[in-house]
């Protein structure tokens, strides 16, 4: 993605990357298959901003001994509290392992890594949509965006309605939401675009954010293409050394007529929603 502009930049600086050790405050389920994680870290973690990422130090537990570190979307960063929160889906090895800390537990994490979104301050309504874990690195930037004047849509996409998370989160910010379900169709791609096509007619949409699945992301590219509305969209990919050293992480993106390829790690995890390849 073409860096914006300094001047056009409303989120603030980050913070330099660190190996820095956390203790954690709570691990708590949030539902059968998520956990929020909220630790007590240095000032500089606390300065994340929305988009970034840390690289999680998962410790060994039940037998298993994760190898690499975990990257994991920064769920929220206070300065003011000293915290940094993480929302996972226990799915492997490595979350597996995170799930079993418990308050008190010191937990190492490089950090903040990446480049994170970026929001312009000519926008009056940004729509953020996302679905899963895609929740976790979208809810900052909705903080972000209320507290830059952007008022945000959001649109939840989940299986059911137990999957639903951070509704009340977006909404403390002041987000619009909008909750779409695989179990009774309004996930529907079809359905999804006509309420995008609405939000646009509305004035509504100067800018598309997405995170967590390949179908909306196509389907926001389709739309932003043909409506000529910019967006962003944070990507995952399978890291090592989150630092762009190795290039584990690399994947080809679009760039004018040409294909190239970048790191996810180090060039994204946000990137422009039209380089993006599926
Ligand atoms: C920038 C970034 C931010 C992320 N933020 C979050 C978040 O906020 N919440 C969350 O639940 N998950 C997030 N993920 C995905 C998270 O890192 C994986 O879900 C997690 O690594 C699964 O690890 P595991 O050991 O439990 O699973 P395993 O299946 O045991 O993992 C095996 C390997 O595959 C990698 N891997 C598995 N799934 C993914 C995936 N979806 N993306 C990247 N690597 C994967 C693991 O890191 C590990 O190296 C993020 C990924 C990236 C790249």
């Known amino acids: 993605m073409k860096p914006p502009p300094e001047s056009s930049v409303v989120v ?33 973690a606390a300065q994340a901003r929305p988009g970034q990422f840390f690289h999680l130090l998962c410790p060994d537990a039940g037998g298993e001994h994760p190898f690499f570190r975990r990257p994991m979307s920064c769920y929220g960063a206070s300065p003011r509290q000293g915290t940094v929160e993480f929302l996972y889906k226990v799915a492997g090895t490595g979350t597996r392992s995170l799930a079993s800390l418990v308050p008190g537990a010191t937990l190492p994490m490089l950090g903040p890594l990446g480049h ?37 849509q959001a649109v939840f996409s989940a299986r059911d309605r137990d999957s639903v998370m951070s509704v ?43 995170c967590g699945s390949t179908r909306l992301l196509v389907l926001l590219q389709r739309l932003g293409r043909e409506l000529g509305v910019p967006g962003q969209v ?45």
């Not at 760039?255 to 790191?263: A, F, I, M, P, T």
Request: proline share 6%.
């Open 12 to 44: 603030p600086d980050s913070a330099q990357p660190a190996d820095l050790l956390s203790r954690v405050i709570s691990n708590d389920w949030v539902n059968a298959r998520y956990k929020h994680l909220v630790v007590a870290a240095p000032p500089q």
């Open 168 to 210: 009340e989160r977006f909404e403390a910010s002041g987000a619009r939401v909008t909750v779409v379900l695989d179990s009774d169709g309004s996930s529907d791609p079809a359905k999804v675009e006509a309420l995008l096509r609405r939000l646009h007619v509305q004035g509504m949409a100067d800018a598309f954010f997405t």
């Open 116 to 152: 994170g979104f970026s929001l312009e301050p000519a926008w009056r309504t940004i729509v953020v949509v996302g679905r899963g874990v895609g929740l976790a690195t979208l809810a900052p930037l909705a903080e972000a965006a209320a507290a830059a004047g952007i008022a945000v």
């Open 234 to 278: 944070a990507l995952e990919q399978q890291m090592a050394c989150g630092l762009g050293m190795c290039f584990c992480c690399v994947r080809p993106f679009r760039e004018d007529d040409e294909v190239v390829n970048r790191r996810v790690c180090w060039d994204g995890p946000v990137f422009d929603i039209q380089e993006a390849m599926p």
